[in-house]
Each structure stands twice: as C-alpha cells, then as structure tokens.
C-alpha cells in the first residue's frame, strides 16, 4: 500500500516432505514469541513475525515471516581497524548472545544446536 513504508523481511519456505517437523518449528517459534516478554533475552531473539501456507499443485511449504537479521559478523568487523573489534565491543555482544540463549534455555526450555 502506497501510505505504508516499505518494509524488508526474511522469508523461510520448509520443505513439506517434513510436514511434522514444519508443525513442530511452527510450535517452538510460537513458544519463543510469547514466554516472557519481560525477559532481559526475549528482545535479542528472532521471532516470527507471521506464518502461512503455500500451495502448489501437489505440496503445501509452511512459510515463516522474519524481520530480516543485521549485517553478518564478517561485515561488521570491517568497521574496526585491521578488522579488529575492540574489547568492550565483543563483551557486549557476547552478553546479549548469551542473554538471547539464556531466554531459550531457561524460560523456552529449548537448546540451541546452531542449525
């Protein structure tokens, strides 16, 4: 619509030969989205934003709305001097990685496997 800015999302389409596994990934980004929106982690994970189904002729794919990720840690390192981030830089982003694993472990009761 011409009144609404543009907007950028990632957009994650699942294989439906895993149907179980799509319902499953739906259930757990359900979970993380509404746990506990007051922990200190809940707003340095990613939530879906939105879900819905496509359909071809013969397979129906889960499809998952993000808001798009951030620059990658290679890019960033960039904007340091000889690619080098400084101390207190890696501090905080390490505390806000472990704070988000933190949030997924002890209020979502899940463990992340980096997949």
Not at 12 to 35: F, H, M, P, R
Request: a positive charge; proline letters at 3%; glycine letters at 4%.
């Amino acid at each position: 619509y011409r009144w609404q800015s543009e907007r950028t999302v990632a957009l994650k389409i699942l294989n439906s030969c895993y149907a179980q596994s799509a319902s499953n990934l739906l259930d757990i980004e359900q979970t993380v989205a509404q746990k506990n929106p007051s922990h200190q982690g809940y707003g340095v994970t990613r939530h879906c934003l939105e879900s819905f189904e496509l359909k071809s002729s013969d397979k129906t794919h889960l499809c998952l709305v993000y808001e798009a990720m951030r620059e990658p840690m290679s890019v960033f390192q960039k904007r340091f001097e000889n690619r080098r981030m400084p101390l207190p830089v890696a501090k905080a982003y390490i505390q806000l990685l472990l704070l988000g694993l933190q949030y997924l472990h002890a209020e979502c009761r899940l463990i992340h496997t980096g997949k």
